[in-house]
């Protein structure tokens, strides 16, 4: 007997496996395609001539120091805090091209004190933190004075050529004060202001500033300098070279720490020619990278949301570069509104534990970045009149009254101080000013290399 074959029932049931198949196969590429998509780091872009502010909260001027009154000098390019007395106010300490050293109270800008230095002109100043509180300040003539937080003199050294930068280490459980002049490096003893040891084995004049760190784990923070052809690591205890890195356009003379997940450190050092090289503790080669525009600024190291290490640079154009670390990666660039430079900075203003890029340029445009995407969150112009001031000084974040809020300090060529905050209300913000988690922008061993903890 033949037995009959429905061939509609077989076609039916053929059609709907081959379709079962297709539509998995299909299934697993769009999930391939979606790994692919949201995995891979993907360089964006940020056209800033096109862009709209997000504006999470507004500015608000704390105070401005009057220079017609105040007179803390001209061309104020250099500016710290700290809390330099007992009432838990971290006062401003400012310091003039044309030599007057100067502080403020943070709170109001009220003149604490006015030092007319005998050493001008001024290349920087350095403050040494409790319980010493000094102020220690450098010249082009090879003078180094230390200052009280009262603003008396307290000692001054004659050094032998321009001091390029001073440096703050521990040093058996002690401040280590470290002078960067052209031809040596010295160590000082800030208590006795006498110098007490010299380093001149360098192969060229020195002109960086001094990154202090404990790179071999002894418990004594090293140096890291550097002269036109070479970076070097020098004991902090013995002032012997650690190591030597040979390296070509370091006009930028500044360097940054970060670490990765495994708690390795590594040195990022920004060249002239435009690009950025990694070295690890022992001064080798780790990751380099080229971006094709000048670097003079050092980078600022921040944490991500999925705690990766990540860095931002800025280039001499303006431009704005951000770094995933863990992954080597580039991860967004932000193109320069304006042909000025940018200082930077960084601070959580609304609590998320991602913090902001605050920037400011020499005409006085104040911004605040995502540090996640490079785009704008708000911006101000500081200056009134930018054709005949501009803004010359280092930018500082910190809560300096003590009110729970982050200022923002900067100062320009006409003797003016700006202070501001910018105001966000979120329910992080909440949460953690309610659970007393507050936050200062750390200035480790002295030196603003971008690091930032939660104290």
């Known amino acids: ?22 539509w998995n196969l299909l299934i697993i590429i769009l999930l391939i395609f979606l790994n692919i998509y949201f995995s891979s780091d993907k360089i964006k872009k940020v056209d800033a001539k096109k862009e709209i ?58 003149t604490l004190f006015k030092v007319n230095l005998p050493i001008s002109p001024c290349t920087h100043i350095k403050i040494i933190p409790k319980p010493f509180r000094r102020i220690l300040i450098g010249s082009t003539n090879g003078n180094i004075i230390c200052i009280s937080s009262s603003g008396k003199k307290i000692w001054e050294l004659k050094g032998v050529s321009k001091v390029f930068s001073i440096g703050v280490a521990r040093k058996n459980k002690e401040f280590n004060i470290l002078a960067n002049f052209s031809v040596d490096l010295r160590f000082i ?33 090293d140096a890291i300098v550097g002269d036109t052809e070479s970076i070097y690591c020098i004991d902090g205890l013995t002032g012997n070279i650690l190591w030597r890195k040979k390296l070509k356009y370091l006009y930028a003379g500044k360097f940054s720490i970060i670490t990765d997940n495994n708690s390795d450190i590594f040195l990022l050092v920004p060249l002239y020619n435009g690009k950025i090289i990694v070295l690890n503790k022992s001064g080798i080669d780790v990751w380099e990278y080229e971006i094709n525009e000048r670097l003079v600024n050092a980078p600022v190291v921040f944490k991500n949301k999925k705690n990766q290490y ?24 932000r193109e320069a509104l304006s042909s000025s430079s940018v200082k930077m900075g960084m601070c959580d203003f609304n609590y998320d534990d991602v913090p902001e890029i605050v920037t400011i340029d020499k005409y006085g445009k104040l911004s605040i970045i995502r540090s996640d995407n490079g785009n704008i969150i708000d911006t101000l112009s500081v200056l009134e009149n930018p054709q005949f001031e501009n803004i010359i000084s280092n930018i500082v974040i910190d809560d300096i009254d003590n009110d729970g809020n982050f200022e923002i ?16 209300v979120t329910k992080h913000k909440f949460w953690k000013i309610l659970l007393n988690k507050k936050r200062r922008w750390n200035l480790y061993g002295g030196n603003i290399n971008g690091n930032f903890k939660f104290n």
Not at 1 to 22: T, V
Not at 87 to 107: E, P, Q
Request: proline share 1%; glycine share 6%; aromatic share 16%.
């Open 409 to 424: 300090v900067i100062a320009s060529d006409k003797g003016n101080v700006y202070v501001y905050t910018y105001v966000v």
């Open 1 to 22: 007997m033949i037995k009959k074959i429905d061939l509609n029932k077989q076609g039916l049931k053929a059609f709907f496996y081959n379709f079962f198949i297709i």
């Open 189 to 221: 003893n800030l208590l006795k202001g006498k110098f007490e040891q010299y380093i001149n084995s360098f192969k060229n004049p020195l002109f960086s500033e001094i990154l202090t760190y404990d790179f071999n784990n002894d418990k004594n923070d």
């Open 310 to 333: 990540c860095f931002v640079q800025s280039t001499i154009q303006g431009s704005i570069i951000c770094f995933n670390f863990e992954k080597r990666k580039k991860l967004w660039v």
């Open 53 to 110: 502010p997000q504006e999470w909260g507004q500015f608000k001027i704390k105070w401005k120091s009057n220079s017609k009154y105040q007179r803390i000098g001209t061309k104020v390019f250099s500016i710290a805090t700290e809390a330099m007395n007992s009432d838990k106010i971290r006062d401003i300490v400012t310091l003039s091209l044309d030599g007057i050293l100067a502080s403020l109270n943070g709170k109001n800008g009220y």
